[in-house]
């Protein structure tokens, strides 16, 4: 717990890059394996900390600053994700959930940029996930609606990846009972777990950028 309160001081603006991307992979990185665990036992101690620490506002805080290099939103969105899991209205009034919208609609690219059109695809399968834990709440429902993101839902709804259209279909039914259309679906929110190889991966290459750097247990 108190390495976890340490990265995430580090994540703060007035620090540099290179402790803020060290602390970020970090950050994630503890996250993901405390919702993988279900918050329990040493895990605990993690997800509690997100309940009363600015962990959102931080996360939002690296994006806004950081956000154009393509290693960043995934940390990011999947971490918000994670959070959301232990309760949507902290994403809410930390701010991300404005940056999950952002990444649900894939950018327009040149055909043969596939590489970051993959990065795209990875970016928007998170926000589609933290997107379906949040449409439960009435208000995030009603702005998901406004915005006309439930017609991106009906395409990923029919997409061959089981995960992404289990998702869009879940989040779909959530918006037809909050109308009052349906009966509750039966999902739960969804953590993402894909993480951990990822951030394993993404610090070597951060390292690599910042030979000083070095990395925590």
Do not use: W
């Amino acid at each position: 717990q108190k390495q976890f309160k340490h990265f995430l001081d580090e994540l703060d603006s007035s620090n540099s890059a290179e402790v803020r991307y060290a602390a970020l992979f970090h950050v994630a990185h503890t996250i993901t394996k405390a919702t993988e665990a279900g918050g329990t036992g040493k895990h605990a101690a993690t997800l509690e900390a997100c309940t009363h620490l600015p962990v959102v506002q931080l996360l939002v805080g690296v994006y806004e600053d950081y956000g154009g290099d393509e290693q960043i939103p995934p940390f990011i969105l999947s971490t918000l994700v994670n959070i959301s899991c232990v309760d949507p209205q902290l994403i809410v009034d930390g701010g991300g959930f404005e940056l999950l919208l952002e990444h649900i609609r894939l950018p327009k690219r040149d055909a043969d940029d596939a590489d970051q059109r993959a990065v795209d695809e990875k970016n928007q399968y998170y926000a589609l996930a933290g997107i379906y834990n949040l449409s439960e709440n009435k208000a995030c429902a009603r702005v998901i609606v406004d915005q006309g993101i439930d017609a991106v839902l009906e395409q990923l709804s029919k997409s061959p990846d089981e995960e992404t259209s289990r998702h869009a279909t879940f989040t779909l039914k959530n918006l037809q009972h909050l109308r009052g259309n349906a009966t509750p679906p039966t999902g739960t929110r969804s953590p993402v777990g894909q993480t951990q190889e990822y951030v394993e991966d993404q610090m070597r290459k951060i390292t690599a950028m910042f030979p000083k750097l070095t990395t925590a247990a």
